[in-house]
Every structure is written in structure tokens, then in C-alpha cells.
Nanobody, 122 residues
Framework: QVQLVESGGGLVQTGGSLRLSCAAS????????MGWFRQAPGKEREFVGA????????YYADSVKGRFTVSRDNHKNTLYLQMNSLKPEDTAVYYC???????????????WGQGTQVTVSS
């Protein structure tokens, strides 16, 4: 099992950028596809984006496509989420997770981090 710790959240104005990091420890990070999810108050956790084990293939929710980029550095055991052109509706707690089976539902992922808050002011 891999342990995950997110960082990089904060308060940013509309149109700004943030880069989230997810540091992994434990079993081999490079053997997992990895994903980012977010959860706003009163809403269900939703898929944001994911990357395969090597970082060569990535997938995104329509709501963030073209604005967010998921990447990874397997030498540093770290997953990243570059967020550009941020909108107030991007405000949420962002979580990274390791895939345990195919699919983009939260139930397809395990080993969740504790989350990092992103707040976008209008």
C-alpha cells in the first residue's frame, strides 16, 4: 500500500494558478495509475484527472480539460496537478489517490491522502 500526502493548496483569485503536489511513500509508486479528485462542501467527491503508471497517458473531467494538467515524477515519487485559469467553482478539497482497478469512480481508487484546500475567490 502507498501512503499519500497532498500539499500546495491555498487561496487564489479567479484566473490564477496553483500547483498541487502529492508525495508518495511505501510500496512502489510507479506501479500505480494515480488520480486527483475534489470535493466541495455539500457535494460528492468527483474525478478531476488521472495519469497512467508512466505518465504517458492522462485523462480529465470535462470541467477541467484544457485548464488542468496531471503529471508525475516517478523518480521523486510525486504526483502533480497544475491548475490554470482557476474559477470559483474549482473551490474544493483536492485529494490524490492510487488506482486499485480500472475506472474513474472514487471506489476505483484507494490509499487516499488527507486532502488540501483550494479556494478561488471571485
Amino acid at each position: 500500500q502507498v501512503q499519500l500526502v497532498e500539499s500546495g493548496g491555498g487561496l487564489v483569485q479567479t484566473g490564477g494558478s496553483l500547483r498541487l503536489s502529492c508525495a508518495a511513500s511505501g510500496r512502489s509508486f510507479s506501479s500505480y495509475a494515480m488520480g486527483w479528485f475534489r470535493q466541495a462542501p455539500g457535494k460528492e467527491r468527483e474525478f478531476v484527472g488521472a495519469v497512467n503508471w508512466s505518465g504517458s497517458v492522462s485523462y480529465y473531467a470535462d470541467s477541467v480539460k484544457g485548464r488542468f494538467t496531471v503529471s508525475r515524477d516517478n523518480h521523486k515519487n510525486t504526483l502533480y496537478l497544475q491548475m490554470n485559469s482557476l474559477k470559483p467553482e474549482d473551490t474544493a478539497v483536492y485529494y490524490c489517490a492510487a488506482a486499485i482497478r480500472s475506472g474513474w469512480a472514487p471506489s476505483d481508487f484507494g490509499s487516499w491522502g488527507q486532502g488540501t484546500q483550494v479556494t478561488v475567490s471571485s
